[in-house]
């Protein structure tokens, strides 16, 4: 039985993991991809306290081995299900069975897909420039979003393509200070108010149509956004219409299950707020369990 059970190792969920830890509890950590969550395909993390100018690999490496140094107990598996029992909670994985007293649901957000893609079953769509920035050195590419994640993955590519442009359906929602930054890179080019209908290939060519214009380009990258990770929550109903799980201050619908980073309803998605949260998490369930063992 472990007192507390960390569902997603990102900020949020790895800050948890250290507060639980040194508040003396017996902690587990389960993460189904690598330690770090999207940070890993994040190129530059610019606003992060103590870090002025670091990649988010960088940072999620340094966030993982304070996680080891703090003898953290942690797996990759894959949770599936979440049962609450009596006086406990029953977590299923791909792999191993859980109990636990508490629950610190950490999962984050995966990127959303553009609508098209759902008939481009052989088109390749890619989402981690600081992966793939070098396989289009001297090539002409397309972004497909118009906010942070676009501008900031975009400007990065830019270093490396002949051609880059974005293009996104609406006005540009990105900071101000991006899209000044992409403005002046004379390599960029921005396409406001168009949309991909169509994309074929040919020798290693896409040609992009959009409403009212055609691109040829050697490589897509999408950057449109995020859906919450709260698939394997559908039987708690503690997730809204729009997918993210309401709290107040970390505490979810029943107790004993806290939710941070951004798994969560909030306004500001940041490495820094997602920390916090996972650290106000930890400090909430530790509290639950002495109310609970002080009960008893």
Do not use: W
Not at 13 to 22: D, E, H, P, V
Not at 47 to 66: C, S, V
């Amino acid at each position: 039985m472990y007192d507390t059970l960390i569902v997603g190792m990102g900020p949020a969920g790895m800050s948890a993991g250290i507060y639980a830890k040194r508040a003396g509890l017996k902690t587990i950590m389960l993460e189904k991809n690598a330690p770090g969550g999207l940070i890993n395909i994040t190129n530059l993390v610019d606003n992060y306290l103590g870090f002025d100018n670091i990649t988010g690999p960088d940072l999620a490496l340094k966030m993982f081995e304070h996680v080891k140094n703090n003898e953290v107990e942690y797996k990759i598996e894959e949770v599936k299900h979440i049962k609450k029992e009596s006086d406990h909670f029953l977590v299923e994985t791909n792999k191993n069975k859980y109990t636990t007293k508490t629950i610190i649901l950490a999962g984050g957000r995966s990127p959303k897909k553009a609508p098209i893609e759902d008939r481009l079953k052989n088109i390749k769509i890619n989402r981690c420039s600081i992966c793939d920035a070098p396989l289009f050195k001297n090539k002409d590419v397309l972004v497909i979003g118009g906010g942070n994640s676009a501008f900031e993955e975009g400007i990065y590519l830019s270093d490396f393509a002949k051609n880059l442009t974005i293009v996104t359906r609406h006005e540009v929602k990105a900071d101000i200070e991006l899209l000044e930054t992409a403005k002046k890179r004379n390599n960029i080019k921005i396409i406001e108010n168009e949309e991909v209908t169509d994309i074929t290939e040919e020798n290693n060519k896409y040609k992009i149509k959009l409403k009212n214009q055609e691109l040829t380009v050697d490589g897509i990258f999408s950057y449109i956004g995020y859906s919450p990770s709260t698939e394997y929550l559908s039987n708690l109903s503690i997730i809204e219409d729009n997918g993210y799980i309401k709290v107040k201050n970390t505490e979810t619908k029943i107790p004993g299950i806290y939710a941070c980073g951004d798994i969560i309803e909030k306004e500001v998605y940041q490495i820094i707020t997602a920390s916090s949260e996972g650290a106000e998490a930890a400090l909430k369930a530790k509290k639950y369990i002495s109310n609970q063992e002080t009960i008893s």
